[in-house]
């Protein structure tokens, strides 16, 4: 289906890819790992074709045709989500002008007019609109919100509009660049479910280890300018790499051994009239040894003794009989209680617009309530974590100033590698706050609060911008946090390993589960109550 020979990309004097290679067939579920910058993203636009490599080929299938899901949705017009998901907005006139063009230029034979009418005939079939609604459905839409202009809605529901079309349109090679990113937990849940059924071959690059797990069988690293491949999912990716890794020591080492040897003989006796024979054989062997550079440790999480808040009392946190309501007076919660108690490690689960975030905001005290009482426990010390909180950051102070600020009895030493192992690489920690971009300010506040921990802790998707190694650094520095968690979270791996405790919010209704995400998951039956809603 996809072939890649001798690929070489560079930017800027940066190596990027040399001599790689990576064949993808028919059906098969890839995942492509790398760090930051590896280069992933580039890959995909060199298999799209907006880009060129510097040498090597790129070849696919004749008949083979491409859907692409990038990090970032494109502007939109009036067209609703439901024009986006059946196709029928600048996409379909877009597909117009394409096969108009190869008519006219007598290019019919390739194979960009071939994938434009497929898309352009797939699109007009009358199961379409039916099967738009379908995954619109899945992925968390409301019917109500079907039609409304795409204008309207935020960048995340209008790329869950966008993927929704690339379901419709079934291409037989489907890209997806971070494609949980804009889902609540039951959606993903249901997408999940659904690639696992997909007719379709899938590369993805993602920092979901669930998800990948869940569905990939093979494994595309970007190590050194190569392409490796691993058979398995993610999990099993990182064993076969730590295997790897001990087997390649061992031989280092060995062969260092063995080089060690040589030379003291040879040191030893070379002068020796009697040994001289045997030196100078030793000396031969010596030059024949090609020697083995000593491999590169695998990257492991960073692990950091964070300071322990102070105690809380038991009853953390309360809310009484709360009435919360929007300007519209559209009732969210109506006579809502709510106890939060010491050490709990709490998740709160539900499909997006249930109020997650309202509650979330409600014990922070960010939003005011029509009715009712909040009530703060003793020697309470709370830390609301947001995606978009970056008031508390001083624009002129530098990303490890910032640090060190909030704590100061943190060395510099120590505060440059926390911040390296959340993504501040090198000369990052020396920019200055104010010209942070969103991602980078949101992983600022995350560390401020593991250097300074609250006693309850309030977090909003705290993974959002993190590699995979982060945000099990992220976990780890949370199973030692021993204040009280309330936190959202769409990456079902961090739930499962952090949360003891389960919220289900629907309706204005919040459901305790007093156990972790599989129990959860047990006792609802959620995934299955989404599959009957979508089929």
Sequence with gaps: MLTIRKLAKSFNNRVLFTGADMTINYAERVALVGPNGAGKTTLFSLILGRDTPDAGTIERDEYTTLGYLPQE?????????????????????????ILRGHEKAGTTHEPAYFEAQAKFEALHHPEV????????????????????????????????????????????????????????????????????????????ISHDRDFMDGLVETIYEIDDGKLLHY?????????????????????????????????????RFRSVSSKAAQAQSRQKALDK???????????????FNFPQPPRSGQRVIALEGVYQAYIDERWIYRGLDLDVQRGERT?????????KSTLLKLLAGEIPFQKGERKLGSQLK??????????????????VEEVMRVCPTLREDDARAILGSFLFRREDVFKKCKVLSGGEKSRLNLVKFLVDPPNLLLMDEPTTHLDIHSIEGLTQALLKYE????????????IRSVATKVLHINNGTVTPYAGGYDYFMEKTGALDARAAVTA
């Design 73 to 97: 949705g494109e502007a939109v017009g009036d067209e609703t989500a439901l024009d986006i998901a059946a196709g029928r907005g600048a996409g379909l006139h877009e597909l117009e002008t």
């Design 129 to 204: 609109e039916a099967k738009a609604k379908k995954m619109l459905r899945g992925l968390g839409f409301k019917e109500e919100d079907w039609l409304r202009p795409a204008r309207e809605l935020s960048g995340g529901w209008v790329m869950r509009a966008h993927l929704s079309h690339l379901l419709v349109l079934e291409p037989d090679l489907l890209l997806l660049d971070e494609p949980t990113n804009h889902l609540d937990l039951i959606s993903l849940l249901w997408f999940q479910q659904y690639l696992k059924n997909y007719p379709g071959a899938l590369l993805m």
């Design 231 to 267: 058979t398995g999912n993610y999990t099993s990716y990182l064993e076969q790499k730590e295997a790897n890794y001990e087997r390649a020591l061992a031989a280092y080492k060995n062969q260092q051994k063995e080089i060690e040897d040589l030379e003291e003989f040879i040191d």
């Design 289 to 303: 040894i090609v020697r083995l550079e000593k491999p590169k440790p695998p990257r492991r999480v960073f692990r």
């Design 347 to 355: 998740v709160l689960v539900g499909p997006n617009g249930a109020g």
């Design 382 to 399: 709370l830390g609301y974590f947001s995606q978009h909180r970056s008031a508390t950051l001083e624009p002129e102070c530098t990303v």
């Design 483 to 494: 204040g009280t968690l309330v936190f959202i979270s769409h990456d079902v791996h961090f």
